[in-house]
């Protein structure tokens, strides 16, 4: 890291704001299914698992299950449904769910095409990972992430998030429609995998270079 600023708010009310700093953390979203990715490929330098391992040895439930393989899931080339798509989804995002009650929500819909004949972005790829990774390693996803990357390399900002909590120096989502108005605050048992950690920009960068 040769550069690094912090420019803004990470919390803005109508009667207060808080500057951000170089150690504000945000909710960095779909970046997690990168860190994700980095452990499923770890699992499968272990011998734990390989890309053409078929999703029904450990959640048969799901559509197509014996068909979609750990690759498709990597590369969004499964054709399993996208739940954040579903117009239902803005009314229970903010409530916590269950791995049986996401696997649930997951299997419900039909599938969007077939394994491995287009690719189409889909949260329930990775949120599906991270159960497989999970049931593989008889961890949490959070453990998973200390042990096998964080502890390794220093991200001593990087984790899992839960309630933002200001106090920790995390950062609102916003969004600008009159004014700044924050965002809802997705509870992060939902996108887990897909899309629950924590960082900061430096943390980011430390992983990005040790991968």
């Known amino acids: 890291i040769v550069y690094s600023r912090a420019i803004g708010y ?4 109508s009667n207060e704001k808080i500057s951000a700093t170089n150690q504000t953390k945000y909710r960095i979203g779909s970046i997690t299914k990168m860190f994700t990715a980095t452990m499923i490929f770890q699992l499968i330098e272990d011998g734990k698992l390989s890309l053409t391992t078929t999703v029904d040895k450990y959640f048969p439930q799901l559509p197509n299950a014996s068909k979609i393989t750990i690759s498709n899931l990597l590369n969004h080339r499964s054709g399993l449904h996208n739940f ?3 117009p239902e989804y803005v009314t229970w995002e903010t409530q916590p769910k269950t791995q049986d009650e996401m696997l649930a929500i997951i299997s419900k819909s039909p599938v969007d095409f077939q394994p491995n004949e287009k690719c189409s ?3 329930s790829n990775y949120v599906v990972l991270g159960y497989i990774l999970q049931n593989i390693s008889k961890q ?8 096998r990357i964080t502890s390794k390399i220093g991200l001593s900002n990087t984790y899992v998030g839960a309630k933002t909590d200001t106090k920790k120096n995390e950062s609102f989502s916003y969004r600008f429609l009159n004014g700044w108005e924050q965002g809802p605050e997705t509870d992060m048992s939902i996108p887990s995998a897909a899309g629950a950690i924590v960082s900061t920009p430096a943390d980011l960068t430390k992983f990005i270079e040790s991968l």
């Open 140 to 147: 949490s996803y959070s453990k998973n992430l200390s042990t």
């Open 84 to 86: 954040t798509d579903d």
């Open 121 to 123: 972005y889909s949260n």
């Open 10 to 13: 990470s919390y803005i009310s």
